[in-house]
């Protein structure tokens, strides 16, 4: 079965500490990974995808097969990264399948 | 460019009555998706409807349904509902079927007393 754990309910860090929130999947395919935020009073938003190998506002995750994770990791942790993450996992090429989430890990960032 | 929208933002039910929530998705975006984020079991899918059909149903009974508009609107019905349907719930877009991003709604929030 398809499942998403993300262990840490609360990650609570000081500005400039590093960060990483920790994603482990299970799915027997190909996945697609994602990470998705929610800031205060806003809506779920994109964070980044795995397929993009890309940084988004500092962050990156890197899809590692043989150990079934997606952590988030950035150097340097900022106040405004304070929020709620949540990895989601899709089945790669099939067409409009559903995000699978995790539970969401609450990101706090303290000065 | 405007987001996914949701209405109501709350709604207040009693148990066996029936709930109805409406999202449009963005402009261009065919496929809409229904989510459920319960206190306690995080976000859950619903339903996915991609040019008026249903495409995909998440492990929920029947009670849970809905539909796509010709302007691929959406509303999800929530039938006899129960104490445990409060939550809340979420609808996102995408551009056709595939891989594309999904963009989501504030959400309508459903307390059934």
């Known amino acids: 079965a398809q499942r998403v754990t993300q262990p840490e309910k609360l990650l609570s860090v000081f500005k400039g500490a590093p960060v990483e929130l920790k994603c482990n999947y299970s799915?027997?395919?190909?996945?697609?990974l994602f990470w998705y935020v929610q800031y205060s009073r806003q809506r779920l938003q994109l964070l980044l995808r795995?397929?993009s190998r890309e940084s988004i506002k500092g962050f990156t995750a890197d899809l590692n097969k043989g150990e079934t994770s997606f952590h988030l990791k950035k150097p340097f942790a900022q106040e405004e990264d304070s929020a709620m993450y949540y990895c989601?996992?899709?089945?790669?090429?099939?067409?409009?399948?559903?995000?699978?989430f995790g539970k969401g890990t609450t990101l706090s960032v303290s000065s | 460019e405007a987001g996914v929208t949701q209405s109501p933002t709350h709604l207040i039910k009693t148990r066996g009555q029936q709930a109805t929530l409406r999202c449009s998705p963005i402009?261009?975006?065919?496929?809409v998706y229904w989510y459920q984020q319960a206190l306690g079991l995080g976000l859950q899918f619903l339903l996915w409807?991609?040019?008026?059909?249903?495409?995909n149903r998440g492990n929920f009974p029947p009670r849970f349904s809905g539909r796509q508009f010709p302007n691929y609107s959406s509303e999800l019905n929530v039938n006899a509902l129960e104490l445990e349907d409060s939550a809340l719930y979420l609808c996102?877009?995408?551009f056709g079927q595939g891989l594309e991003t999904q963009y989501f709604g504030p959400g309508t929030r459903l307390l059934v007393l």
């Open positions: 996102a877009s995408s």
């Open positions: 799915y027997s395919g190909s996945p697609e």
């Open positions: 795995h397929i």
């Open positions: 989601a996992l899709s089945a790669a090429n099939q067409a409009g399948t559903a995000l699978i």
């Open positions: 402009s261009g975006h065919t496929s």
């Open positions: 409807y991609d040019e008026g059909e249903e495409r």
